[in-house]
């Protein structure tokens, strides 16, 4: 529905030149063109006739996906096979191999039907699912059930290993598994006999996609030389080979399916499915080790697993800036305990360093009020007489300090401070079940009572009050007279997170839209006190 509202943003972008809506624009169309190499460690073939996909029961055609001929009896049902228990999750290993389910236990977790978030989806893909590229053996490798040295274990307080086994007619294929209680896990697989094989990362995680908030989700490649590659649901083109890999990840809004640790000269590749969503795996050797993670987007869980795993959190191109204002409100957390409070010190924070500009602006849109009067007697004078006119406009703006610009650089400037702050907390997971006060029990989701975006709204209509204009066009300020209903409509729907930051960040700007009132007010009335002492 937002989607469909893109020619009247559009409009709004170019009446208000607004920081606000700049940041709404970036929630409904964020940017997610992938960053390419233009070296040799990214190579892109197009090909019409790979990724074409078919989906059963238990798992997708891998052979279009792979473009790689491969056995019908993949789609062969399984049955579970290991079940590995912790205190915040239950991960199932069926008779396949692969990873077939993680069921995340926490309260904060769970689907728009109240029950607990299931990570793997049913169909497509999953984690660990190994594809042999001769295509018989694949045949049987996807009939032939592997066995476990164990049935059930329990990971809370020190990590277990699993080993599953397949016995081929000619080949013997073991993989030795290894859980944490943080959600991480190594990998060895071992054959029996070299053959060439692939291994699949799976598909994303598909949690509350209702629920998305306009976030992207798809495929993440992230490369040794700090080259992060996003390839979009419905964005996959042909194949994509990469190289000098660090991760890879099949991600959501909050959770991701994440593989690490992978030698530098291994190949990566991304398919395309029959929806153009991306579909990630690589080529295995006889001897094979790596790590992966299934679970939320937690920043200091996948440091505390490995610093690389942060990178596979998706901040789109204002990551630079995200980054480091998400270090700051974690420090804000960590010192107030609530991630609420922590928004409005971050809040406050920004508006403190950002006050020169703002004062600035506002400033330079007090004087070019005042000035309106003159600008209008100057166009009656030299009606007729476009240059004299435009000399005698740009003398007077100079000779009151005047800028006409700037009311609007100083607005423009801060665009990459906010896109950045709005791509924290939509994607901030740690938001996620955070009670703030009262009513507003998860910051993460909408207001379920609306009072929230109804007070951004209303702190919106008072600022829009306060700010000094001199609209010529009558269009324009009608438009200008509604943004604050078009805007609670958009937040509506937004995290409570959000629509608190931006709540808080209006009544900042009202604070100091009324200081800088005051100063002209009391400027007025002191130059009036002092004609009359004449």
Same mark, same amino acid.
């Given at each position: ?155 809370? $307080?020190?990590?277990?290993?699993? !080993? /599953? ?5 000619? #080949? @013997? ?6 859980? *944490? ?113 299934? $679970?939320?987007?937690?920043?200091? !869980? /996948? ?5 690389? #795993? @942060? ?6 191109? *204002?990551?630079?800036a995200s980054k480091p204002l998400f270090a700051l409100l ?7 305990g609530n991630w609420g409070w922590s928004i409005i010190a ?86 996620? $079940? ?101």
């Amino acid at each position: 529905m937002l989607d469909k509202m893109s020619p009247n943003q559009r409009l709004i972008v170019a009446v208000l030149l607004s920081v606000i809506f700049f940041v709404g624009y970036t929630a409904i169309f964020p940017p997610v063109e992938p960053e390419v190499a233009q070296d040799a460690k990214v190579q892109i073939t197009q090909n019409s006739n790979v990724g074409q996909t078919s989906t059963t029961n238990t798992d997708v055609n891998v052979e279009a996906q792979a473009g790689h001929s491969i056995a019908a009896s993949e789609r062969t049902s399984s049955s579970n096979l290991v079940t590995i228990t912790s205190e915040n999750f239950i991960l199932k290993l069926d008779t396949l191999g692969r990873i077939s389910s993680k069921e995340l236990l926490e309260e904060k977790f769970r689907d728009k039907e109240d029950n607990h978030a299931q990570l793997i989806p049913s169909s497509g893909t999953k984690p660990l699912y190994i594809r042999f590229m001769d295509e018989n053996l694949n045949k049987e490798a996807s009939s032939v059930a592997y066995t476990a040295d164990v049935n059930e274990i329990n990971v809370d $307080g020190s990590a277990k290993t699993v !080993t /599953l086994t397949q016995k081929l007619s000619s #080949l @013997t294929i073991n993989k030795k598994l290894t859980f *944490f209680q943080d959600g991480h896990y190594d990998v060895e697989i071992s054959l029996s006999e070299d053959k060439r094989y692939f291994v699949y990362l799976g598909q994303r995680p598909r949690v509350n996609e209702d629920e998305q908030m306009m976030t992207v989700v798809g495929a993440m490649v992230y490369t040794d030389d700090e080259i992060v590659t996003i390839i979009a649901d419905g964005d996959a083109e042909g194949r994509q080979s990469f190289s000098g890999v660090e991760l890879i990840s099949a991600f959501d809004q909050y959770t991701a399916t994440i593989m690490y640790g992978l030698s530098k000269d291994r190949t990566i590749v991304v398919e395309r499915d029959r929806d153009d969503n991306p579909v990630v795996y690589f080529d295995g050797t006889q001897n094979l080790k790596f790590s992966a993670y299934i $679970g939320e987007k937690n920043y200091k !869980t /996948l440091e505390s697993i490995n610093p690389v #795993l @942060t990178n596979a959190i998706e901040y789109g191109w *204002f990551t630079f800036a995200s980054k480091p204002l998400f270090a700051l409100l974690s420090w804000l957390h960590g010192i107030f305990g609530n991630w609420g409070w922590s928004i409005i010190a971050l809040t406050a924070i920004i508006r403190f360093v950002l006050y020169p500009l703002t004062y600035k602006g506002m400033v330079s849109m007090q004087k070019m009020k005042d000035l309106a009067p003159k600008i209008k007697d100057l166009k009656e004078k030299y009606k007729g007489d476009p240059q004299r006119l435009n000399q005698a406009t740009m003398d007077m703006y100079k000779k009151n300090g005047a800028n006409p610009l700037g009311g609007c650089l100083p607005m423009l400037m801060q665009i990459p401070v906010f896109f950045a702050i709005y791509r924290v907390l939509l994607n901030a997971v740690e938001l996620q $079940g955070s009670e703030w006060i009262l009513w507003v029990n998860d910051l993460s989701r909408m207001d379920p009572y609306y009072v929230m975006p109804i007070l951004m709204g209303a702190s919106m209509f008072l600022q829009q009050r306060m700010t000094p204009n001199n609209f010529s066009d009558p269009m324009q300020e009608k438009v200008m007279k509604w943004l604050p209903v078009i805007f609670t409509f958009f937040f509506v729907t937004f995290p409570s997170g959000l629509v608190l930051y931006w709540f808080v960040n209006n009544l900042f700007s009202i604070l100091q839209q009324f200081i800088v009132n005051t100063q002209f007010k009391n400027a007025k009335d002191a130059l009036k006190a002092a004609k009359v002492e004449k």
